[in-house]
């Protein structure tokens, strides 16, 4: 199983469309929020089905703020982040994560990407695709794979 994780998007999809055309087929695409109203723009765009949830800037938006999903052998935790002050650091939204019983969860908000191999719980934020703020300023997603046993494996990449 081959997924697409981006996040931050904010209707400017010139580089979601670059990686697109590079990395399908897809079996998921996840965004983690700040589509800004695209979401079915995305949706179409995607070839594959969409897993979204609500960022900061989706306003009026009847997107969930979160979701939970089972990937392989991982129960998933979709959120945003910006309700757990992710900002500020990671502590809040993993403790919330491990108490309520999820592998791995996966947020956006920051547009700076991340991949943490906890002890309990792996943490992901693809960073943003189209407007990047770590060092380097590089668009940035992540590509999941799911190997025969169900174990994930991520690479983060660069545009």
């Known amino acids: ?34 589509a800004e109203g695209a ?14 949830v609500a960022g900061n ?8 703020r979160e979701k939970e999903l089972q990937i392989g052998t991982c129960r998933v935790l ?12 990671i502590e809040d939204l993993q403790k919330e994560a491990a108490a309520r019983r999820f592998q791995m969860v996966m947020f956006g908000h920051t547009h700076c990407p991340l991949i943490d191999y906890g002890k309990d ?4 934020n693809p960073g943003s695709i189209s407007y990047p703020r770590q060092e380097g300023r590089k668009p940035s997603y992540i590509l999941m794979e799911i190997d025969e046993k169900g174990k994930a494996h991520f690479e983060l990449n660069y545009i």
Not at 39 to 52: H, K, N, R, V
Not at 57 to 62: E, G
Not at 78 to 89: A, D, I, L, P, R
Not at 121 to 124: S, V
């Open 78 to 89: 979709m959120t945003h982040g910006h309700s757990y002050y992710v900002n500020e650091g």
């Open 1 to 34: 199983m081959k997924i697409l994780i981006v996040s931050d998007t904010h209707r400017k999809h010139e580089n979601l469309i670059r990686v697109l055309q590079c990395v399908q087929p897809l079996d998921l695409l996840i965004h983690l929020g700040d």
């Open 57 to 64: 800037s989706d306003f009026f938006s009847t997107l969930p």
């Open 39 to 52: 979401e079915d723009d995305i949706g179409s765009m995607a070839g594959c089905p969409l897993e979204i």
């Open 121 to 124: 719980i792996i943490t992901l």
